[in-house]
Nanobody, 126 residues
Framework: QVQLVESGGGLVQPGGSLRLSCSASGLPLGYYAIGWFRQAPGKEREGVSC????????YYAHSVKGRFTISRDNAKNTVYLQMNSLKPEDTGLYYCTRYSLFNQCVSGSSGALDAWGQGTLVTVSS
């Protein structure tokens, strides 16, 4: 019944931009904190960004600060991740998931409400 769908990935040159979208089917995302995560082949999954349910707080991993921006549009029931100045090390599968509490997303503690979905592939290469 609950499913999040990631989209917007693709192949981009270093320094380019992409905007990822996280959309919901069957529930309003506005009730939850949302986190973006990514995983490259052979690497551990890492947290990228989080946004609170009320848009009061945002969090960014050190590796993406100043380059990525997380936002949400509750009217469209969508959370976005604007990615600028992309680097090859940004390559990976990007996932989104819900949390009841913003701090759970930031800390990486157990509390994700969704299993990892299909994700959207971001490839940054010359």
């Amino acid at each position: 019944q609950v499913q999040l769908v990631e989209s917007g990935g693709g192949l981009v040159q270093p320094g380019g931009s992409l905007r990822l979208s996280c959309s919901a089917s069957g529930l309003p995302l506005g009730y939850y904190a949302i986190g973006w995560f990514r995983q490259a082949p052979g690497k551990e999954r890492e947290g990228v960004s989080c946004i609170s349910r009320g848009d009061q707080n945002t969090y960014y991993a050190h590796s993406v600060k100043g380059r990525f921006t997380i936002s949400r549009d509750n009217a469209k029931n969508t959370v976005y991740l604007q990615m600028n100045s992309l680097k090859p090390e940004d390559t990976g599968l990007y996932y989104c998931t819900r949390y009841s509490l913003f701090n759970q997303c930031v800390s990486g503690s157990s509390g994700a409400l969704d299993a990892w979905g299909q994700g959207t592939l971001v490839t940054v290469s010359s």
